[in-house]
């Protein structure tokens, strides 16, 4: 039986509005692509300006240097000066600085290995050996192979060596109470001076 002309002429009407709609929609997609495409494209170019700021700013190299400006001359001088107040402090114990910083690990630690006391001072290990000999010479520490891994070599302090920590803790604490500083001003200048340590040795 075939459909009457009113129903043929509905159904071309509903198909002529329903192919209509999908080319609405299909042009409302590719235009909201289009959209979308521009403002990725307008983000990637601001980043590359900022980018490009950036590198810009790393070819503005001065062409003057003056003693002031520089950071690492500050280091040195503080470091200059609290060694040297450290000095007579450490003379009345027997030690020396360098002695002071590898007893320090090995007290923090108790029995620590060569390496782990060089990383600790950031310090070759060829660095350290020498002053361990020197310690052992003076019977304030002893070296023995590691039980686990016999390729390791610890270092702990003799009973002399243990005993000799009271006294660089008294010429630690004559050295923070010349610093004038509290100890949360210490503690932050500290860690601010060894994020720039950990800063610097990835930049290189």
Known sequence: MNPSPMVELGTRELESSFAS?????LFQFQLLTLIISCMIYSVSMQLHDVASGYAS???????TVRLGDQLCFALYAATNTITRVYRPLLDRIGITYPQYLVLLIIWEHKSPSIGE???HLKLPTH????????????????????EVDGRRVLVQATPEGVELEA??????HEVKCRTLLSDSELGDFRTQLMDLIDRMQVAS
Do not use: C, H, M, Y
């Open 117 to 119: 006391i060089a990383d």
């Open 127 to 146: 660095a350290i050996s020498p002053l361990i000999d020197r310690l052992e010479g003076r019977g304030l520490v002893s070296r023995f192979s590691d």
């Open 167 to 172: 006294g660089a803790a008294a010429a630690w």
């Open 57 to 63: 700013l790393d070819t503005n190299i001065p062409t």
């Open 21 to 25: 709609t999908k080319t609405q929609n």
